[in-house]
């Protein structure tokens, strides 16, 4: 299987794309929001960055920046794999695919308890529940919720279930 910021947790891959605190080197802190700051549209006091490789960065991430907040946002591993369908192809098969959402969340599971500040969010909770999974992820982060935030927002509860149907072996 190939390796790259989509297939992060995949056998070898694992070894390359995790970091640790351990892995923090002087200079990291600042060349992080450097570049994250750069590649902001508007830079303002938080930012929000959801790369799937950092699901397993984040004791490396709270090592430079010990006030970050994190919301890891999970998905059932039969629509997740399901929904990643048509990426098939360029990241092997379903038992790939399978793996690498396991491996991803062992890592993670493994990192939990060394974080402060996390919030691990259901997609089938926020898909189901939309503005009360919002009000809590705002209030987790000491943000005021706005009912704005969440107009207009359309979720379909029963998609898990229609990409579950969709899997096969092939």
Request: charged share 25%; net charge negative; hydrophobic share 45%.
């Amino acid at each position: 299987p190939k390796t790259g910021a989509n297939h992060f947790a995949a056998g070898e891959a694992a070894r390359a794309h995790r970091l640790t605190e351990s892995d923090v080197e002087p200079g990291d802190a600042v060349a992080t929001e450097r570049a994250y700051v750069s590649a902001m549209v508007t830079p303002s006091a938080r930012l929000c960055e959801k790369s799937p490789p950092n699901f397993i960065r984040t004791r490396y991430l709270q090592a430079p920046f010990p006030d970050a907040t994190f919301i890891a946002l999970t998905r059932d591993s039969f629509a997740n794999v399901a929904a990643n369908g048509k990426k098939r192809t360029k990241w092997g098969g379903v038992a790939v695919q399978a793996e690498h959402w396991a491996e991803a969340h062992r890592l993670f599971g493994e990192d939990r308890p060394r974080l402060d500040r996390v919030l691990v969010v259901r997609y089938e909770d926020l898909v189901a529940e939309f503005e009360h999974v919002l009000r809590r992820v705002c209030a987790f982060c000491g943000l005021e919720f706005h009912a704005p935030m969440a107009a207009g927002a359309e979720m379909d509860p029963g998609v898990n279930a229609r990409m579950v149907a969709l899997l096969t072996d092939d």
